[in-house]
T-cell receptor, first 113, second 113 residues
Framework: AQSVTQPDIHITVSEGASLELRCNYS??????LFWYVQSPGQGLQLLLK??????LVQGIKGFEAEFKRSQSSFNLRKPSVHWSDAAEYFC???????????FGGGTRVLVKP | DTEVTQTPKHLVMGMTNKKSLKCEQH?????MYWYKQKAKKPPELMFV???????INESVPSRFSPECPNSSLLNLHLHALQPEDSALYLC????????????FGPGTRLTVL
């Protein structure tokens, strides 16, 4: 069965600084990977996805993620964070049938002025 | 229309009440999902409908009863809930094939007294 681990529960970053969120997955075949963001009390918004091809994926809001098969990782990055990036971030992997997402535990990002 | 809508936004109910949550999408998606999310936790899949048929039930208690009247609409009927069922209930939809992500609604915040 697939699984996703987000090792960092909380990350605090200064506004304007760079951000990297870690995601490690366990999956037997080529994974379909996603990063979602959730603001307090809101639904989830897709930031980016990886299915195949170029291992560096560009997303919305200036985010990018790099798929590294050798490390079973799909880390999310942003060069310069804004106060509005404070939120919960979830990494997820989709099963082979395409009908189930398995989420990591999430990383809460706090942005200092 | 590129969004998933959910009503109501908030719901407070007693343990003997019967209520329903509603989810709607007009993107032509053929798969719809119910998730339950407790505070500071990732979403947990409850049900999946594919082409208006229930395809996945993640061993959800029978006090939760899903219904998919048509391809645009998904309901979750609630009866005899427990206080531990209080959570954010998220609906999502996807086009239905393997290479597309799930689009999430804003959720219904349910409180069971």
């Amino acid at each position: 069965a697939q699984s996703v681990t987000q090792p960092d529960i909380h990350i605090t970053v200064s506004e304007g600084a760079s951000l990297e969120l870690r995601c490690n997955y366990s999956y037997g075949a080529t994974p379909y990977l996603f990063w979602y963001v959730q603001s307090p009390g809101q639904g989830l918004q897709l930031l980016l996805k990886y299915f195949s091809g170029d291992t560096l994926v560009q997303g919305i809001k200036g985010f990018e993620a790099e798929f590294k098969r050798s490390q079973s990782s799909f880390n999310l990055r942003k060069p310069s964070v804004h106060w509005s990036d404070a939120a919960e971030y979830f990494c997820a992997v989709r099963n082979a049938a395409g009908n189930k997402l398995t989420f990591g535990g999430g990383t809460r990002v706090l942005v200092k002025p | 229309d590129t969004e998933v809508t959910q009503t109501p936004k908030h719901l407070v109910m007693g343990m003997t009440n019967k209520k329903s949550l509603k989810c709607e999408q007009h993107m032509g998606h053929r798969a719809m999902y119910w998730y339950k999310q407790k505070a500071k936790k990732p979403p947990e899949l409850m049900f999946v409908y594919s082409y208006e048929k229930l395809s996945i039930n993640e061993s959800v208690p029978s006090r939760f009863s899903p219904e998919c009247p048509n391809s645009s609409l998904l309901n979750l009927h609630l009866h005899a809930l427990q206080p531990e069922d209080s959570a954010l209930y998220l609906c999502a939809s996807s086009p239905g094939d393997l290479y597309n992500e799930q689009f999430f609604g804003p959720g219904t915040r349910l409180t069971v007294l």
